[in-house]
């Protein structure tokens, strides 16, 4: 689980009232024919053991074997799933990514900004101190503190991300992962400058934020803080260097070919075809593997773009339309059908 990038843009607030389907044939998928099926199967065989409903699981057993070539791959996808259109296009597309920071075990003069771990007290849905609080000191001196980092501005999108790799003083890398919020509802940063008439909708970005809180110390940290929610971290341990940050089916997610959705609108686990419109149009089957707390409707996705600077210049520009069409067994597929 991850807290979104694009939270800090524009999250659209939805709610999880029944949305409209409508069965669609691959022949209507724009780019269907020329994606890597191979690769979207490998991103699917990540989570797909976690699937346990009955009618995956034979889904899953066939998936194993389905892998031999590009053409097995897209065989496999068109025999065994139908693409269904959840709600209303056009949707909202943004990126995410797993930060690489610079971070030190101990504070110094040069690395003065925390991560924290959970404090042991808090428990799931409370309302604990918010982020001015724990800014300020409130949780200083009780030994949580995971990792010093050098600059606010990533701390802070580090929460937003999720997860991130932080190159230590002493040569170690440690891998950090979600490990729960303070109860407290996000609140989008890039919003809070529209709303102040700083900046227009399309002026807003991961790196324009970064720039005026850069620029503008103080009053950049008290924006950052307007936003009371507050991410804590745990260390994941035996975790590849070429995997991906852990998603919220607890695998590891693959850039390029893994999402975060609304799970009260697309399964976690489920593939979804992903048209993206913009400046780099996508055409590109990804799977369900990830969550978000901005992540709100049945339009709604967030794409993973990989890991470090390159990734997160990718990733912090995204926000475009298209639409996304989820790949369900038959028979389920079926059975979202209105009636008559």
């Not at 007290?121 to 030994?143: F, K, M, N, P, T």
């Not at 995997?243 to 697309?266: C, E, L, N, Q």
Request: a negative charge; charged letters at 20%; glycine letters at 10%.
């Amino acid at each position: 689980m991850r807290a979104a990038l694009s939270a800090c843009l524009l999250a659209v607030s939805m709610t999880a009232a029944p949305a409209p389907a409508q069965m669609l044939d691959f022949e209507t998928l724009d780019g269907w024919p020329e994606d890597n099926h191979r690769a979207a199967l490998a991103a699917f065989l990540e989570t797909c053991d976690q699937l346990d409903a009955p009618d995956w699981q034979p889904i899953c057993r066939l998936a194993a074997d389905a892998g031999t070539s590009d053409a097995s791959a897209k065989a496999f996808f068109e025999l065994m799933f139908k693409p269904v259109l959840i709600g209303n296009p056009p949707a909202l597309f943004t990126g995410y990514y797993e930060p690489e920071l610079d971070g030190s075990p101990i504070r110094t003069p040069r690395f003065a900004y925390p991560i924290y771990a959970r404090p042991p007290e808090l428990q799931d849905g409370q309302v604990y101190h918010d982020r001015a609080s724990i800014e300020s000191g409130a949780l200083r001196g009780r030994g949580l503190e995971i990792a010093w980092l050098d600059d606010p501005v990533e701390a802070f999108f580090l929460q937003i991300q999720g997860s991130g790799r932080i190159r230590m003083t002493d040569g170690r890398v440690i891998r950090v992962g979600y490990a729960g919020r303070n109860g407290h509802a996000y609140r989008s940063v890039g919003k809070e400058m529209i709303a102040r008439g700083m900046r227009t909708p399309d002026q807003v970005s991961a790196q324009d934020i970064r720039h005026y809180v850069r620029g503008n110390p103080t009053a950049g940290n008290a924006l950052l803080n307007t936003n009371p929610s507050y991410v804590f971290f745990r260390k994941i341990g035996d975790l590849p260097a070429d995997k991906g940050p852990i998603g919220a089916m607890g695998r590891s997610i693959t850039a390029m070919r893994s999402v975060a959705i609304d799970p009260s609108f697309t399964p976690l686990g489920v593939p979804v075809w992903i048209e993206k419109t913009g400046d780099t149009p996508i055409r590109s089957l990804m799977v369900a593997q990830d969550t978000g707390g901005a992540i709100k409707g049945a339009q709604r996705a967030d794409i993973f773009y990989g890991t470090g600077a390159a990734a997160g210049d990718a990733a912090g520009t995204i926000k475009d339309g298209g639409r996304m069409i989820l790949l369900l067994p038959i028979d389920r597929a079926y059975a979202m059908l209105p009636e008559g």
